[in-house]
């Protein structure tokens, strides 16, 4: 029987308003219900700083055909109100970096980023909400029951020089494991890197937790939490 891993850590190279990281949102779902397998989640900023970007037509029909093949690839859903809201609202500024540092403040508070990065996700793709918007981060962090005080409060903390700070170690990050933008999925065994090919695997859950389970040789019968 094989021993169960449980120096293995999944560290997840993401950016909350990444269309393909949307498309591998089912997989960082499947990858939390493996025993014993500890996911760090790492911002990369991809629309921060100086790459933060007002909507315009231009973005619009780059995005567009990439989120309708995310939707052919894996099904996740694209809602109207970010298709022809949010896409068409040229007030709006996509900003990595307070949704980075919500994350970064539900994964300090409890534990919770991975809960508020997918509903960040629905809010973005979905429901087409302004999610560099403090209030609605704040409103988003509270439906996922964390306290809306704490919330508020360690949010003011994170933001600024922290949140900075995690991004530029994210992208450190991402160039010493060699990945290639976002998503990156690099397995951390003792000193040790491998990054996941996780293309192949986009809308088969299924087959990534196989071969997740693979790669940390956790045997089946212990494989799920």
């Known amino acids: 029987m094989a021993v169960v891993a449980s120096s293995a850590v999944l560290h997840y190279v993401y950016d909350p308003l990444c269309g393909w990281c949307y498309a591998a949102a089912p997989l960082v779902e499947a990858a939390h219900a493996i025993a014993n397998l500890a996911i760090e989640l790492h911002g990369g900023g991809l629309m921060s700083g100086a790459n933060r970007r007002r909507i315009d037509a231009r973005w619009r029909d780059?995005?567009?055909?990439?989120?309708?093949?995310?939707?052919?690839?894996?099904?996740?859903?694209?809602?109207?109100?970010?298709?022809?809201?949010?896409?068409?609202?040229?007030?709006?500024?996509?900003?990595?970096?307070?949704?980075?540092?919500?994350?970064?403040?539900?994964?300090?508070?409890?534990?919770?980023?991975?809960?508020?990065?997918?509903?960040?996700?629905?809010?973005?793709?979905?429901?087409?909400?302004?999610?560099?918007?403090?209030?609605?981060?704040?409103?988003?962090?509270?439906?996922?029951?964390?306290?809306?005080?704490?919330?508020?409060?360690?949010?003011?903390?994170?933001?600024?020089?922290?949140?900075?700070?995690?991004?530029?170690?994210?992208?450190?990050?991402?160039?010493?494991?060699?990945?290639?933008?976002?998503?990156t999925f690099a397995l951390r065994r003792g000193a040790g890197w491998q990054v996941l090919d996780v293309g192949p695997h986009l809308g088969q859950p299924s087959r990534w937790t196989a071969y997740l389970i693979e790669q940390i040789g956790i045997s089946a019968q212990h494989a799920t939490r």
């Not at 995310?70 to 896409?87: K, N, V």
């Not at 539900?106 to 508020?116: E, F, I, K, P, V």
């Not at 509270?142 to 994170?158: M, S, Y």
Request: hydrophobic fraction near 40%.
């Open 62 to 183: 780059y995005v567009m055909p990439h989120d309708r093949r995310i939707a052919e690839i894996t099904g996740q859903p694209f809602g109207d109100a970010y298709f022809d809201g949010l896409l068409r609202d040229t007030s709006t500024v996509l900003d990595s970096t307070p949704p980075i540092a919500a994350i970064v403040t539900a994964t300090t508070l409890a534990g919770r980023g991975h809960d508020l990065l997918r509903r960040i996700q629905r809010a973005h793709f979905v429901e087409g909400r302004r999610v560099a918007d403090t209030a609605v981060l704040q409103s988003l962090a509270e439906d996922i029951g964390l306290d809306a005080n704490d919330f508020a409060d360690t949010f003011r903390q994170v933001s600024g020089d922290d949140v900075d700070r995690h991004i530029v170690e994210s992208r450190a990050l991402l160039a010493e494991v060699g990945g290639r933008g976002f998503p």
